[in-house]
């Protein structure tokens, strides 16, 4: 943890890979030992030798997955290739999102950021949005982060945020007229980097998208696609799963920028005390763990401010 205190062991020949080692991205494990746990590795010098030594032990990389378990799931996926990925492609939609580039979940955003914001008022407030990309790219450097982030803030007065496939971030004016402070919004814009680096995003395109993800693949044209999936994916949530996973990777993002992490409770606190019985506000709320779970579960550090008092006047008055 923090302090340096060993909080659990691991035996190498325990270790199993959660995803696919892909350049650029955490390594996420888990151990035999405790299955419930996970361990996601950031930095790259520590992925490059825990990769050297589960490839000692186990073999070559690819070789980690060549356990019995997976080599028959492998055998009857490719069986039932057809009628397995039509049936089951909802019910798969994690390891489908983790398996799709991302290249091309990016040009499958972009399309999708058109569609479900071309009925939307963009705010111009030139300052704030300068404000706020500045915070999103201190965010992705102090992390070094390989991913492509776009901003998007919107003249809705409803208290929202989400993250779209392909690195889309919608923060909405409600949001921005609720937040008492930029440790609130670099909270909220934090997490919802967590959902893109997840690829929980993804995944909500997988659900979305059904067996039409399919054919766009094959195909390679994901114009139909874009078209059909862009507005029924602002209607899907995160399971609450999704959300706590979010959470702890999105502290840990702005633990590594130094910035201050309580941001996001206190606004969660404020919001369901003062909304949490309010119609406007339920899909904020319902999808999202107790407020209270969650600033016991990160009970949040001090850090440097995430702008200055002008900027933050700026990101206030932006759509205004």
């Known amino acids: 943890d923090g302090a340096g205190r060993l909080l659990a062991g691991w ?16 390594l ?46 492998s055998g009857l996926a490719v069986a039932g290739m ?10 798969a939609a994690r390891p489908v999102a983790r398996a799709i580039p991302v290249s091309w979940e990016e040009q499958l955003g972009d399309g999708m950021a058109v569609s479900a914001l071309a009925d939307q008022k ?5 300052g704030g949005q300068k404000a706020l990309e500045g915070l999103l790219a201190s965010i992705v450097t102090a992390n070094g982060l390989d991913r492509r982030f776009t901003l998007h803030v919107t003249a809705d007065k409803t208290v929202n945020a989400f993250a779209m496939p392909g690195g889309h971030i919608v923060l909405l004016r409600g949001l921005l007229d609720d937040a008492r402070s930029p440790d609130e919004v670099a909270g909220v814009m934090a997490h919802e980097m967590a959902h893109i680096l997840e690829r929980h995003a993804a995944e909500r395109l997988v659900r979305a998208a059904g067996v039409g993800l399919l054919l766009a693949w094959v195909t390679g044209d994901p114009s ?14 995160y399971s609450r799963g999704d959300e706590s996973e979010a959470d702890a990777r999105g502290v840990t993002l702005l633990e590594t920028a130094g910035l201050s992490t309580g941001g996001l409770s206190s606004f969660f606190l404020r919001l369901e005390e003062h ?28 850090g440097r401010k995430p702008m200055t008092d002008a900027q933050w006047q700026s990101v206030k008055a932006m759509c205004r």
């Open 28 to 73: 996420r494990l888990s151990s035999m030992a405790t299955p419930d746990a996970r361990l996601t590795v950031l930095h790259p010098q520590a992925i490059d030798e825990v990769t050297r030594q589960l490839t000692a032990i186990n073999g070559s990389g690819p070789g980690l997955w060549r356990s019995l378990g997976w080599v028959v799931a």
């Open 11 to 26: 035996r190498y020949r325990d270790v199993r890979l959660q995803d696919a080692i892909r350049p650029g991205e955490p």
């Open 122 to 126: 963009i705010c111009k407030g030139e």
């Open 224 to 237: 139909s696609l874009i078209a059909g999936a862009g507005g029924t994916l602002l209607n899907l949530s």
């Open 275 to 302: 909304h949490g019985k309010d119609s406007l506000v339920p899909q904020l709320l319902s999808t999202h763990p107790r407020a209270t779970d969650r600033a016991a579960a990160h009970p949040g550090r001090d």
């Open 82 to 91: 057809v009628w397995g990925l039509y049936a089951a492609l909802p019910l």
